[in-house]
């Protein structure tokens, strides 16, 4: 019998590769930009085509390469980062797998111009299918360009897996952002379409994270620095108060290498304990420098899983680190037993704090009367004393009383969303629930502020609130846009909102979309638009810049599904629009609930799959009662 076992050609071998290592463009834009950095380059400009499906441009003004150094880079591991197996544990370069010119060169048509400083002409490579078609000297710059066009080309079917311009920018993104957090120090640019999105000269870190995040995110970091003998932390975390309800602004970066670790994420999430619901996730940017030694970098071709030598160290150093800026910059609540915790607590603190610079007015007169002429203080300074005491009292008058008033009000009369208000005259309850009674319907009433009970003839329904209004939302906005007929109610005094680089340009995308719900948004300047109108159902009863947010971090936690844009947008909105758990309704409002949620055409889940409400027939029932 023949052998059968034989080894495969290059071009099979690499392509196998790169399905490892080149997974989407992200992938192409993370390898070709850390191999810039490594190069010693101090300005990247990334070019990027309809999401790097058509093209993919790194330009640095790093070290170069010679002419046989350049036609090496694209062989299989070829790297000038190793030279025995020993280095890969003293590893402080990106790359030094040598695999990742060599993959991308195996699934696009890479051209590449590089020339080092004391080279006269550089040398211009074009390579196909792991083969180099053309090599030549040339004219360029300093440095290296490498472009990568019409991203797996030659293989049709990894390119069907690409998902819409939209979700595959947004990972390019992602990678971007993490490499230009990394490194603050490196000028970096971002081109999409002739467009530029981000334009981020050399700076600290602080400025980066702005640059990045935008100018709000400022006001939200708090700084972390921790050093021992074992490793160093530095970086920032985010405010409680600035949590989000997604994920995507969490960033560990051990040795400047950006790392995925759940194990990590614990240690920040629980310092952040009884300072966050359970469902936000707090901003953090933490660098960890450690021995090479103490870490192993080569588990996956990605490089973001390492594994360290102690991890219940490194955790317990993290999570230490982490609660000692929250306490020092008094993010942690204090333990004070002579004060109350609530808000209104001032208004307690008031009266004494009035009684105390009275008690000491007092005891310095009697001090400067008993002095003497010489120790005296003089009637001016006794005159301001008291003035500034009268301003003191007036500052906190009334407030007893109002604070007094507004913890009636809460327990008589609490705040509650009107859905009546967002629907029709027409559509105002009034029919029986679906399958119901003829009889008299019993008045509904909620439980823990969450959940709404109500008598139907065969038993009891339970209905879930928030994904109720979900459901009646999701079906509501996807009518108007697939109508094009959202009514729009113009606000008396249009409002900005800045968003960071990242979210300005997914608006863009989606901005028509949204304007058709009844929004009215306008560009007005980088990054910057202009609110002049809201959904009618939305005006004056939601701040609209936290509707709008929301609304994209909705966007973004969906875009991974296999949603149409519409679809998309109808989720997030009905997410963000929709009342939430805790909200205290009056027996109208529920009832209007009860009636919209059993007119939709699918009333039994909501848009993201919670059921929408629970029965209880009385038979059931019965036999719970029995032994």
Partial sequence: MADIIQLLPDAIANQIAAGEVIQRPASVVKELV??????GSTSIKLVIKDAGKTLIQVIDNGCGMSETDARMSFERHATSKIRKAEDLFAIRTMGFRGEALASVAAVAQVEMRTR?????LGARL???????????????????AISVKNLFYNVPARRNFLKSNTVEMRHIMDEFQRIAIANPDIFFSLHHNNAEIFHLPPSNLRQRLTGLFGTAANKKLVPVSEETDILKLSGFIGKPEFAKKTRGEQFFFVNNRFIRSSYLNHAVTSAFEDLLPSDSYPLYVIFIDIDPARIDINVHPTKQEIKFEDERLVYNYLKVAVRHSLGQYSIMPSLDFDTDPNFTGAARIA???????????????????????EQNTGPSVRQQRAENLKHWESLYEGLEEAASRESENQALQPQALTLESSWHQEDKPGGELAGGSETPRKEPYQVHATYIVNQI?????????????ERILYERYLTVLRSRAGSTQQQLFPRTLSLSPMDAALLRDILDQVNLLGFDLQEFGVNTFVINGLPSELAGKRDETAVIESLLEQYKRNLDLKLDVQENIARSMARSAAIKRGQILTPQEMQALIDKLFACESPFKSPTGRNCFITFELEDLAKRFEG
């Fill in 126 to 144: 074009v390579v196909e299918d792991s083969e180099v078609r053309l090599q030549e000297a040339c004219q360029c710059s300093t440095g290296t």
């Fill in 116 to 120: 080092r400083q004391m080279d006269e």
């Fill in 351 to 373: 009266p004494q704090a009035r009684k105390k610079e009275k008690e000491k007015e007092t005891v310095r007169s009697a001090a400067g009367r008993s002095a003497g002429p």
């Fill in 34 to 39: 850390e191999n810039s950095i490594d190069a």
């Fill in 457 to 469: 003839k065969s038993g009891v329904v339970i209905i879930d609130q928030q994904a109720a209004h």
